[in-house]
């Protein structure tokens, strides 16, 4: 029997998709047979050259054949999402070449590794950097593909999908990390608000532990044999493949009633359990419950504060997309 096309007629952008969950999440469109636009910096034969990444043989021609082999169509551009120029040319494209974009990803990681100890401590120069790398090139890439999402918005939902980490508002151990993950999860929170009219959901979705190229180069195993790195770290024998958290979002841009979760931020386990997806593998990974049982404390606020998130039913008022006024107006 076929395997079943739900976003046969959608057209995706996945920014980002040289490797790890960008890459998971593009194959894992396409195997629900979408047109997938791979955007990053890193082509065939020439690799990227900066951070934590430099050198590494991934890239979006690559990831643009795979999304092809998955049943979809994947098309690389060449893009620095940092340049305002290049983004805007990618839009156009996709714009000239199919008329409409459904499905916005934006897996644009930091680029480097965090050094996590006291803020004041830290090489502001490089943190910075990072903030820019993973946050303004997720505001400059929905400011240019917003236009195109809702231009021909009717019946059928658009939908952004923010990748961050973490399913919650508790602390992540370092300043900037705190700031950029958090930062992306209000994002959608914050688009939410102004696309909800315009039949445009956003969330932010955030995958468990990840065995990525990069992990699994570093514990010397592969897909096939990944579990012998839990002798090393016990927690990687709860981890998942990239493509989880691309089935994830393949659940969400299927959904018909997607507009109900705008706004939210989920885990991709969340969303295995409510949709019934497995990972590639077959496998059911949950890393909050896992990360549960020796972490409890882990993110635990050391104030007499701590930040949680609230889902009720939009109001009427939401729905309408109805403005009430600001505290600040009201004083």
């Given at each position: 029997m076929?395997?079943?096309?739900?976003?046969?007629?959608?057209?995706?952008?996945?920014?980002?998709?040289?490797?790890?969950?960008?890459?998971?999440?593009?194959?894992?469109?396409?195997?629900?047979?979408?047109?997938v636009y791979c955007s990053g910096r890193s082509v065939r034969g020439e690799p990227n050259t900066t951070g934590y990444f430099a050198g590494r043989p991934e890239n979006i021609d690559d990831t643009a054949d795979m999304v092809s082999a998955y049943g979809g169509v994947g098309i690389p551009v060449r893009t620095d999402h940092l340049v305002e120029e290049e983004v805007a040319a990618l839009v156009a494209r996709i714009k000239k070449e199919q008329g409409r974009l459904d499905i916005l990803v934006n897996d644009i990681s930091e680029g480097d590794?965090?050094?996590?100890?006291?803020?004041?401590?830290?090489?502001?120069?490089?943190?910075?950097?990072m903030y820019q790398n993973g946050v303004h090139t997720h505001i400059i890439t929905c400011r240019h593909a917003v236009p195109l999402m809702i231009e021909k918005r009717r019946t059928s939902p658009g939908l952004i999908v923010e990748i961050g980490d973490g399913d919650t508002l508790s602390y992540r151990q370092?300043?900037?990390?705190?700031?950029?993950?958090?930062?992306v999860s209000r994002l959608a929170w914050a688009m939410a608000q102004e696309l909800y009219k315009h039949n445009v959901a956003a969330v932010a979705l955030t995958p468990g532990y990840m065995r990525?190229?990069?992990?699994?180069?570093?514990?010397?195993?592969?897909?096939?044999?990944?579990?012998?790195?839990?002798?090393?770290?016990?927690?990687?024998?709860?981890?998942?493949?990239?493509?989880?958290?691309?089935?994830?979002?393949a659940a969400l841009a299927a959904d018909p009633k997607i507009m109900d979760k705008s706004g939210g931020l989920f885990g991709a386990w969340t969303l295995s359990?409510?949709?019934?997806?497995?990972?590639?593998?077959?496998?059911?990974?949950?890393?909050?419950?896992h990360f549960a049982k020796d972490n409890a404390t882990v993110g635990a606020s050391k104030t007499a504060f701590f930040w949680n998130i609230t889902h009720r039913a939009p109001t009427a008022a939401g729905k309408k997309g109805k403005r009430r006024p600001s505290a600040a107006k009201k004083r």
């Amino acid at each position: 029997m076929a395997k079943r096309k739900p976003l046969k007629s959608k057209i995706a952008l996945v920014a980002g998709a040289t490797r790890g969950a960008g890459r998971g999440i593009a194959c894992m469109l396409g195997e629900a047979g979408a047109t997938v636009y791979c955007s990053g910096r890193s082509v065939r034969g020439e690799p990227n050259t900066t951070g934590y990444f430099a050198g590494r043989p991934e890239n979006i021609d690559d990831t643009a054949d795979m999304v092809s082999a998955y049943g979809g169509v994947g098309i690389p551009v060449r893009t620095d999402h940092l340049v305002e120029e290049e983004v805007a040319a990618l839009v156009a494209r996709i714009k000239k070449e199919q008329g409409r974009l459904d499905i916005l990803v934006n897996d644009i990681s930091e680029g480097d590794v965090y050094e996590f100890k006291p803020f004041w401590k830290l090489t502001l120069a490089k943190c910075f950097q990072m903030y820019q790398n993973g946050v303004h090139t997720h505001i400059i890439t929905c400011r240019h593909a917003v236009p195109l999402m809702i231009e021909k918005r009717r019946t059928s939902p658009g939908l952004i999908v923010e990748i961050g980490d973490g399913d919650t508002l508790s602390y992540r151990q370092n300043l900037f990390y705190d700031l950029v993950k958090v930062t992306v999860s209000r994002l959608a929170w914050a688009m939410a608000q102004e696309l909800y009219k315009h039949n445009v959901a956003a969330v932010a979705l955030t995958p468990g532990y990840m065995r990525t190229e990069s992990m699994l180069e570093a514990f010397g195993v592969t897909q096939a044999n990944w579990r012998d790195a839990g002798k090393e770290d016990p927690h990687f024998l709860a981890s998942e493949t990239p493509g989880f958290v691309g089935r994830a979002v393949a659940a969400l841009a299927a959904d018909p009633k997607i507009m109900d979760k705008s706004g939210g931020l989920f885990g991709a386990w969340t969303l295995s359990d409510e949709y019934g997806f497995t990972d590639v593998d077959g496998n059911r990974p949950h890393w909050a419950r896992h990360f549960a049982k020796d972490n409890a404390t882990v993110g635990a606020s050391k104030t007499a504060f701590f930040w949680n998130i609230t889902h009720r039913a939009p109001t009427a008022a939401g729905k309408k997309g109805k403005r009430r006024p600001s505290a600040a107006k009201k004083r």
